[in-house]
């Protein structure tokens, strides 16, 4: 049963020929499930249903392809007004169970963002269409495209009545827009029972950070959020009865922000760097790689200049580096006009963006000393009060784990080059999710280029895209069975 | 016609002894007065007609002592929302107009703060109810008590067929709690005419510093108040996908408001105490003079310590020296919760209390080179632009004017003491536009204690203050007269 390269690269040639032979075909399905307005954002009767029909759609899907099918009823949800709306069943499939051979579980979702031809879109977003070789529609790069391209690669092995190299699960939800609100409960529940087979886990939610160049994201940041109260008392002053003679807590408060991090973006608490992992040789080669025109990025940023001027610096110091960002004051005057109060009491926030090998709660203990060492130094009568009030753990995969090397692998022979190794400078939820439950290897493999427009109008992903990432799936099970044996 | 200093005691005396033979008599009217509803600050056509009865009611009482009365009609007020709503007449009155006679004008406002049993007033807002030498109604102390007050004074001069000291003119308004929209139109186009003769205006719409000891006003601050924008681009940032590479405009802002004051409340703008006048050795003693227990007031604010420890430097600090406060910003995150968000432009507002000689333009100068140079210093990308969208000017009345010297020596006579020189550290709009349309003498003459509770529940004018305050005024008059001879 073990195959020889050259049998795997005949394979895969079968494999994509099926592909390319049948893409009219895929097309129409995605544009057949982006007819369907799953649109889990707005909490609406209609929309439910028609996410459930999404939901049973892919279902019937799957069990054509010859997959073991299992729709878990979720439920309802209440909402604060009342109202009753169903959760649309989250679908568990399997197809293969030869423990020989390597079990990759795929996530994806169905539901979508809102979307309305008077919201700016050029085509009707549930209908897709193709121009220039462009599919417009909601949902056509997050997340049906992707979901289906997985399906395609599969149902190519299943036509052509090849061994699926690996067996394959789906974890396929309908309320990620939504928060995924019944995600983690499942995730719990199956750890043991679905998921215990599961070797890697493939999330294809992301885009690539270009246009024309694939990539593997390997990693996010995490955050760790603070609130600093500084109160002089419940009420506020008039700045004219009592401005001059109070310590005021939003002289105190800026003091303690202005304190965090200087203007070249280096955060001032001390300690907050030792722990960050120093840069190896390696890793400057994988951001040199990376397909990044700085300034076509400001450009589309609508940013002047950024803190660097290099490619490196700016993505190291998004993926790599902690960052500080101040969010805004609450309790103070926030509003138009010019209101002359001396606010009583004032919470200011930021938060840190960590990364490996920083810990929250050992930044959570520097940064109150720091605030601390700070605020005695004013000789404040007011109080201060400072909280971590989330702290979520930075991620990185080991890029040398069977699945990331079995991806390059696969993206080095359907695109002909080697993927950007990005990261995440934000937590991707979904991510963490599976990372924190099921504790096993998560891979992002992103298939929509930069320009994809997730939650925007004018979404689409392309052609060529939807097709070859088809296609690269179909290499990913056989690099992946290679790697295996 | 000249009479001596003997003769004028001997007036007062009968005046003084007229005035507590009928005090009852006046409680009753100032029951009567607190009896109508005239809120203004509700707009609703009910409570506009009750104002309208209150103008009513004292133009026949100015009537009834022989004054001429004239009602100037206002028209109507245009809400937002399409109604239309009266707006009080306003009373134009005048006793006298003998030209060997100084001329003071008072002003005062009959219209009220809302206010209802079930907000926590113990007796019935509306029905005067006295307890313990205590007279407990809404408007009893701002400023129904005061204006009759004066009333009371010159029906003792009338009633004992006593030659009134000083011409008296009346101006009356229903619209104070409101803004008193229509007040600066009528001193405008009564300037030349109503005006033209008056020598000194009297406000009495203020309250003392203390409970016992009485007080007259000399002066206010002014005010700058600043906004500093720092914007990158309109919309916000995600700080997850942008935080580490970014000139954040919080943190700029930040840096901007944090270098404005230092924790002793010191202003650190360049120059801005260059214009302050020094504190003269007069001052001082006036200063040690005032009644103040320093302690009771910080326990009656909540405030745990001041910036400083004396009553003369607390004074001092909050009426004759400038002061700098941060009252927030507009466009940062300022609900509860935790978003992770860089805001992409950012409002910093902060005011400047005047003191004389400082003049708004140049602290104007002061302020945006001060900035600009901090902003410069950080290098940042972002763009920042300071406006001072108000400038008033601070008012200081020269205390050696016949009207103050009269006060302060009927003050002495009747109750004893000298009064409490004091300013008030913010702006009175009233005194304001008197000062800045008439360009004459304005003295504030409060008659009410610390504690009377103006726009709370339990408002109150103590008996006491209510009758000794009637025969201040007429001790007043006679004062003036003298010193105008």
Redesign the interface.
């Known amino acids: 049963m073990f195959s020889s390269p050259e049998s795997r690269l005949d394979q895969l040639d079968q494999v994509s020929r099926h592909i390319e032979a049948h893409q009219e075909e895929f097309v129409q399905t995605l544009k057949d499930w982006v007819a369907v307005e799953s649109d889990s954002v707005q909490p609406l009767p209609r929309l439910r249903q028609e996410i459930c029909r999404m939901m049973d759609m892919s279902a019937d899907k799957l069990r054509r392809l010859g997959a073991t099918v299992d729709t878990v009823d979720m439920g309802a949800q209440q909402l604060p007004d009342g109202q009753s709306l169903p959760i649309p069943p989250i679908i568990l499939a399997e197809l293969g169970n030869d423990p020989q051979k390597p079990t990759v579980c795929f996530y994806g979702h169905l539901d979508v963002q809102p979307a309305a031809k008077e919201d700016g879109w050029l085509t009707e977003p549930y209908t897709l269409t193709e121009v220039d070789g462009k599919l417009y529609g909601r949902g056509a790069t997050d997340n049906k495209g992707p979901v289906l391209a997985w399906i395609n690669a599969v149902s190519a092995f299943v036509a052509l009545e090849q061994d699926l190299p690996v067996n394959v699960k789906f974890f396929l939800e309908g309320m990620e827009e939504a928060g995924s609100i019944a995600l983690e409960g499942v995730l719990r529940r199956e750890k043991d029972r679905f998921f215990s087979s599961v070797d890697h886990i493939v999330i294809s939610d992301n885009l690539w950070l270009s246009r024309r160049k694939p990539a593997l994201t390997y990693g996010?940041?995490g955050?760790s959020?603070f609130?600093v109260e500084v109160k002089?008392?419940?009420?506020d002053f008039?700045?004219?009865?009592?401005?001059?003679?109070?310590?005021?807590p939003?002289?105190?408060l800026?003091?303690l922000?202005?304190s965090l991090?200087d203007?070249s973006?280096q955060i001032l608490v001390p300690g907050i760097y030792d722990s960050v992992s120093p840069v190896t040789e390696e890793e400057r080669a994988m951001y040199s790689a990376i397909d990044l025109d700085l300034g076509e990025y400001r450009n589309s940023?609508?940013?002047?200049?950024?803190?660097?001027d290099t490619k490196e610096a700016?993505l190291m110091?998004?993926w790599r580096?902690?960052?500080?960002?101040?969010?805004?004051?609450?309790g103070?005057?926030?509003?138009?006009g010019?209101?002359?109060?001396?606010?009583g009491q004032v919470v200011g926030?930021f938060?840190i963006?960590l990364v490996p090998h920083m810990n929250a709660s050992t930044v959570e203990k520097q940064v109150k000393r720091h605030l601390e060492d700070v605020f005695s130094?004013?000789?404040?009568?007011?109080r201060m009060a400072v909280s971590m009030?989330?702290g979520i753990a930075p991620w990185v995969a080991d890029i040398k784990d069977n699945q990331y090397v079995a991806a390059r692998r696969a993206i080095r022979t359907v695109f002909g080059t080697e993927p950007d190794m990005i990261r995440?400078?934000?937590?991707i939820p979904v991510a963490k999710i599976f990372q924190d439950v099921l504790q096993k290897s998560v891979m992002m493999f992103p298939l929509g280029a930069v320009d994809d427009g997730e939650h925007s109008q004018n979404e689409k992903i392309n052609r060529w895209n939807y097709i070859e990432g088809s296609k690269v799936f179909a290499a990913f099970f056989l690099e992946l069975a290679t790697l295996h044996e």
Chains 1, 2 share one sequence.
Do not use: W
């Not at 010019?338 to 606010?343: G, Q, S």
């Not at 995440?424 to 937590?427: A, F, H, L, Q, V």
């Open positions: 996010t940041r955050n959020y609130t002089c008392r419940d009420q008039h700045s004219g009865t009592f401005g001059g003679i109070l310590h005021e939003m002289a105190d800026v003091a922000l202005g991090v203007s973006g940023t609508q940013v002047e200049r950024f803190l660097f700016v110091h998004l580096y902690p960052s500080l960002s101040i969010h805004g004051i609450e103070a005057f926030d509003e138009a010019a209101k002359t109060v001396i606010p926030k938060s963006r130094r004013r000789n404040s009568s007011n009030v989330l995440d400078g934000s937590t």
